[in-house]
Structure formats: C-alpha cells, structure tokens
C-alpha cells in the first residue's frame, strides 16, 4: 500500500491503495459509502454523494508532496451518455475541470495538446 492524494471539485483526500487507479476506487467507496451513516461527516458531504450518483466527479491521483500526476478520471457527456475514462497519463483536459486544487507546477505537466 501506498499513500495518494485524490482531488475531486475541491476536495483532495489522502488514500491508501497499491496504484492511483485503485486510489480512485477507494475514494468512490468512501463517498458511496457516506450516503447509509447516520452523523453528519465533515469530510464527504452529501453534495460529493450526489455528485458521484449522477457522474459529475473527475478525479486526480498525486503523489502525497504533490510534485506529480500519476492517474485520475475523467466524466463527459458524448452523444447524450455519460461516459468515465481511467487516464495515466492525466490530460490537461481532465486538470482543466480541477482548477481548484492544481498547482501550476503539475498542470504543467500535462501535455497542451490534449486540453
């Protein structure tokens, strides 16, 4: 295991998993999970709930100093379905939905040509 931030809208959560993609995984679990606890939550609100239910969360895995991308997820609309995609690398496309936890330093390292 392996310890990984993921960031979604403007939450980053730390997460232990044995790869990003399972990183991801691991988060969706915990913010599904959320919806059947009964105490309020001060980490996962019932809006990241609602969110994942109707596919409307993009996901980013970075190493714990933030120095680097390493995978994360991306939701789009095409041809009126819903569509997720596990992206290694990350896409600027996919940062560009992220603006509110990117460092310049790792939007950087995405590839302009892929906005």
């Known amino acids: 295991m392996k310890n990984y931030l993921v960031g979604t809208g403007l939450v980053v959560f730390r ?11 691991t988060l969706k679990a915990r913010i599904d999970a959320r919806r059947h606890e009964t105490v309020q939550n001060l980490e996962i609100g019932m809006s990241l709930v609602e969110a994942l239910d109707e596919h409307r969360l993009n996901f980013v895995v970075m190493d714990e100093a933030r120095t680097s991308l390493l995978g994360g997820e991306l939701n789009w609309i095409e041809d009126g379905e819903r569509e997720s995609r596990y992206e290694e690398p990350v ?25």
């Open 91 to 115: 896409t600027r496309r996919l940062v560009n939905t992220l603006p509110g936890i990117m460092t310049e330093h790792l939007y950087y390292q995405t590839d302009h040509t892929t906005a």
């Open 15 to 25: 997460i232990a998993a044995a790869s990003p993609r399972e990183a991801i995984a």
